[in-house]
């Protein structure tokens, strides 16, 4: 039964009063998690308020996310709020771009994602991660969510532009960490575009820290293309007069692919890990599968259907910290969503936080167990109960890529390695960028098995 709260006198979905000006910005920023959690609570399965951008609609319930994200997907851009925060970095990529640029671009990327490329990727995965490892020593006390971010880096710049940037790695990593701070400032999120703010600087200068690198990846594939690499297939493309794509075009998909393809898995695997150390009964029953099914060798792709209990840890693990918090849209025609008509202007926001967390879906919806995820759950789950990569035509291109890398790496280290968390450090206090980053580095103790 949906919990939907009566109407306001105007005719929209009750909601939470803003402040002059600003609106609920400032108390979303204080505490993003909490005030979208906080609205689903008090106002039900759509909560309406206002914030400087315009009109917001909070979706709360899987029907009316399908509905946005499957069933009337045609209604919806990604719109000005999505484009403000992300465009100063990637450009018009596959994230960002709409229309007839979205679908030929995506289109040239696909492949790099086909199945039978994802199989060849599966044996580069945990070579790299066993390469990491040998800078681990037993009692060291490591930067986890680092080491997961350089690891992820390397992995996505092989895979997808067969290029090592071994050389690069703090080069890039500074610049997007950077870019994912610089783009929660308020100033950022409220000013106009035009407006210079310290943030919108931090940006500037993290964009040319990886134009910096990534021009001259776009140089080195144009005088060494391959049949396979994603560059190289960007570099062939031609329009009905012959013209190719820009290499500004191409720096775009590339900043994005790095940026998606390496900062949500690295996450993904620091909140696991950091769910692992809190939970030593899961983290055990995980490293006897791996002993059982493994047998210390490295994992394979051949492996994976046997690691069932690894896929559901990364499955739980990705329904309590989803790497990516929550998804907007703006609606391009008027669309009517549990009884309430949505105009253009509007903004539609769908939080995987709040959805994930929802007891009405999931018994005892803030625990971390695994075993929880039978085929006869999965079976009674609502469809959007659970979409960590969002769904629909705009599902993330590269899912099935993550999740192998997630599981691989997983299995890798756990092989090898027990990790403690460093007392104190037992929260895990998230923000919200664009994706859900911890707000502190994450230091665990490794032992050796």
């Not at 709409?98 to 492949?111: C, D, K, S, T």
């Not at 099914?293 to 792709?301: K, S, V």
Request: glycine share 6%; charged share 25%; with cysteine.
């Amino acid at each position: 039964m949906r919990n939907d709260s009566s109407a306001t006198a105007d005719g929209r979905p009750p909601g939470p009063d803003g402040l002059p000006l600003v609106g609920n910005q400032l108390a979303f920023l204080r505490d993003p998690y909490g005030f979208m959690t906080e609205n689903a609570r008090e106002y039900g399965d759509i909560a309406y308020w206002e914030d400087p951008m315009g009109p917001v609609y909070q979706l709360n319930h899987p029907d009316y996310i399908e509905q946005v994200l499957v069933g009337n997907n045609q209604h919806y851009v990604k719109g000005d709020q999505f484009q403000h925060v992300l465009r100063p970095i990637t450009g018009n990529g596959i994230l960002n771009s709409e229309g007839a640029v979205w679908r030929r671009n995506r289109h040239l990327i696909q492949p790099a994602f086909n199945p039978d490329r994802i199989e060849e990727y599966a044996g580069m995965m945990a070579a790299f991660t066993e390469d990491a490892l040998e800078s681990w020593a037993d009692g060291q006390t490591r930067h986890f969510h680092e080491d997961m971010m350089e690891l992820t880096l390397r992995i996505v710049a092989r895979a997808l532009f067969g290029i090592d940037v071994d050389d690069h790695v703090d080069t890039i990593g500074e610049a997007l960490e950077e870019f994912m701070l610089a783009s929660e400032s308020l100033s950022h999120l409220v000013l106009p575009s035009g407006v210079p703010t310290p943030s919108r600087r931090r940006i500037r200068r993290a964009r040319e820290k990886l134009d910096g690198v990534i021009y001259p990846m776009i140089e080195e594939r144009r005088s060494n293309p391959t049949e396979r690499d994603v560059i190289s297939k960007l570099l062939e493309v031609t329009d009905e007069r012959g013209n190719g794509l820009s290499d500004e075009q191409i720096r775009d998909e590339v900043t994005t692919l790095l940026l998606a393809g390496h900062e949500t898995t690295a996450l993904s695997l620091t909140f696991t890990a950091h769910l692992l150390a809190r939970n030593p009964a899961v983290e055990e029953r995980l490293v006897e599968e791996l002993e059982t099914e493994l047998g210390g060798e490295t994992p394979t792709m051949a492996d994976l259907p046997d690691l069932t209990y690894t896929e559901r840890v990364v499955t739980e693990s990705m329904r309590l910290y989803p790497p990516v918090p929550g998804i907007v849209r703006e609606p391009v025609k008027p669309d009517i969503i549990g009884g309430y008509e949505i105009q253009p202007g509007a903004t539609v926001q769908m939080h995987q936080w709040v959805v994930h967390r929802d007891p009405r879906w999931y018994d005892d919806p803030l625990a971390f167990r695994p075993e929880r995820w039978t085929d006869e759950m999965e079976a009674d789950l609502p469809k959007l109960a659970y979409f960590p990569f969002a769904a629909g035509p705009r599902r993330c291109i590269g899912d099935r890529f993550a999740t192998l890398e997630a599981r691989l790496v997983l299995a890798t280290i756990y092989q090898n390695y027990h990790l403690e968390l460093v007392p104190g450090t037992e929260q895990l206090d998230l923000m919200a960028t664009i994706t859900a980053r911890p707000k502190h580095e994450i230091p665990m103790t490794v032992r050796e098995r």
